[in-house]
């Protein structure tokens, strides 16, 4: 059973900073690489961050680029994926997804929503000013 499971979110000040976690297992998903988007209400999904199925690169959002940071570790069953954000503003208030890529071993970062598939639920990260 797949299962991808974000964690991390909640309500900060602007400035402040938070780390969210995924959780994704039931597959090998040390082979795909995997991406962290965002819907912030009244918008439509958006690709925040995403890592290549080696780690070996990483692709941000200009409006996160320099803020956020994605890792990964994998570990025997499970992919552990993070999101360090840093910095945070107002308009980085949205319900957070981590995604997995459809492709194994794809030998670049995808950034649309359709090249990915086993959703997470979502995390809320509430910015206040």
């Known amino acids: 059973q797949v299962l991808v499971v974000e964690s991390g979110g909640g309500s900060v000040q602007a400035g402040g900073s938070l780390r969210l976690s995924c959780a994704a297992s039931?597959?090998?998903?040390?082979?795909?690489?995997m991406g962290w988007f965002r819907r912030a209400p009244g918008k439509d999904r958006e690709f925040v961050a995403g890592?290549?199925?080696?780690?070996?690169?990483?692709?941000?959002a200009d409006s996160v680029k320099g803020r956020f940071t994605i890792s990964r570790e994998n570990a025997k069953n499970t992919v552990y994926v993070y999101l360090q954000m840093n910095s945070l503003k107002p308009e980085d208030t949205a319900v957070y997804y981590c995604?997995?890529?459809?492709?194994?071993?794809?030998?670049?970062?995808?950034?649309?929503?359709?090249?990915?598939?086993?959703w997470g639920q979502g995390t809320q990260v509430t910015v206040s000013s």
């Open positions: 995604a997995a890529d459809q492709s194994s071993y794809r030998t670049y970062v995808a950034t649309s929503p359709a090249h990915f598939g086993s």
């Open positions: 039931g597959r090998a998903f040390s082979n795909y690489g």
């Open positions: 890592i290549k199925w080696s780690g070996s690169t990483t692709l941000y």
